[in-house]
């Protein structure tokens, strides 16, 4: 892990406009490969993780204990040189130990401010569903606005800010379901599930003397990370294609079986995630598939399925949000439409 902790920044980092396609594919593909040597046969939950890093949103990670949550999370921090924190969320941990407090120093007299845990460009917040609610929605603020206010003074996080959490199924004893309103600024929910044999068996090999994150070492660092997040701000989005975005969030909000649609938050995030899937595919414009790929990691987790809505073998959130898929005309685009 590591300390020095990325200033916020206001200008886009020198060299953006000089970087290619094929330079923003040459870097995330170091990143990928770094996280992957530790990760074995989960390339989709890798390249989601990237994907809110570059999208500058958050991601949650929800699955049973052991296979492999944290150590995605800590692999992709291990792979930027940039300062990382994990925070292990338990029923008596304090908002405060998040955030941070104000302390009174004796000698000048004046309240002094002592950084939390989340003042980190990458903070892994481990098994965020066993803290109570009021320490869950100390991360609130620092989420959607990249600061912390303590005693009515704002402090800045530092650029870029990922929140990387994972959180046990509510089935489990001693979890807490995460506010509608927490469970909204993550961009993206996604599974680890179980690896297949051969993953496995590899795990096992590789595992039984040494901890595979010792040789992870930084790929990159934040400096360039926060180009390849401006670089993929500018790829382009035809107005079709932002309509269309809208259609499919507003399909949510009418569809009988669900009793909360997707905000106006996830459209705007569905969008930022269509041009990083973009990018990651070595376009700079995005495509249907790119909403369409990303609607359900992206939407399924913040929608609530109407009282009595059940399916027959598929959630009742992601089974209308197919559903909604099939039903919403695709527009016809190019590449620059």
């Known amino acids: 892990m590591h300390e020095q902790i990325a200033d916020p920044v206001d200008a886009a980092p020198a060299g953006v406009e000089r970087l290619t396609a094929e330079q923003f594919a040459e870097h995330t593909s170091r990143i990928i490969a770094s996280v992957s040597s530790v990760i074995d046969g989960k390339p989709d939950a890798v390249r989601s993780a990237l994907l809110c890093l570059l999208a500058e949103g958050h991601l949650l990670i929800e699955d049973v204990p052991g296979v492999g949550k944290t150590m995605l999370a800590r692999a992709l921090a291990a792979s930027v040189d940039a ?179 997707a905000s106006p938050r996830a459209t705007l995030q569905l969008v930022r995630a269509a041009k990083v899937h973009a990018a990651l595919d070595g376009r700079d414009f995005v495509v249907p598939d790119d909403l369409t790929d990303l609607l359900i990691p992206v939407f399924a987790h913040r929608l609530l399925a109407a009282r009595g809505v059940h399916r027959a073998g598929a959630q009742p959130v992601e089974a209308a949000l197919r559903q909604i898929l099939s039903r919403v005309p695709v527009p016809l685009v190019g590449a620059r439409a």
């Open 83 to 261: 300062a990382v924190r994990r925070i292990q969320f338990t029923p008596d941990l304090l908002p405060g130990d998040v955030t941070g407090v104000a302390v009174y120093d004796p000698v000048d007299r004046e309240f002094e401010f002592k950084r939390g845990a989340v003042f980190a460009n990458i903070v892994i917040a481990d098994e965020i569903n066993r803290a109570s609610p009021k320490t869950q929605s100390a991360l609130l603020e620092a989420m959607e606005e990249h600061q912390v206010t303590v005693d009515g003074a704002s402090h800045p996080l530092p650029d870029p800010f990922l929140v990387v959490a994972t959180q046990n199924p509510l089935e489990m004893e001693g979890t807490y379901p995460l506010p509608e309103a927490q469970r909204d600024r993550f961009m993206m929910r996604i599974s680890m599930g179980y690896p297949d044999a051969a993953a496995e068996t590899t795990m096992i090999r590789q595992r039984e003397t040494v901890n595979p994150l010792s040789r992870v070492t930084p790929v990159t660092d934040a400096r360039t990370v926060r180009m390849l997040i401006e670089w993929a701000r500018r790829v382009h989005v035809a107005e079709s294609l932002e309509e269309y975005a809208v259609a499919l969030a507003q399909a949510t909000r009418m569809d009988p079986s669900l009793h909360l649609g």
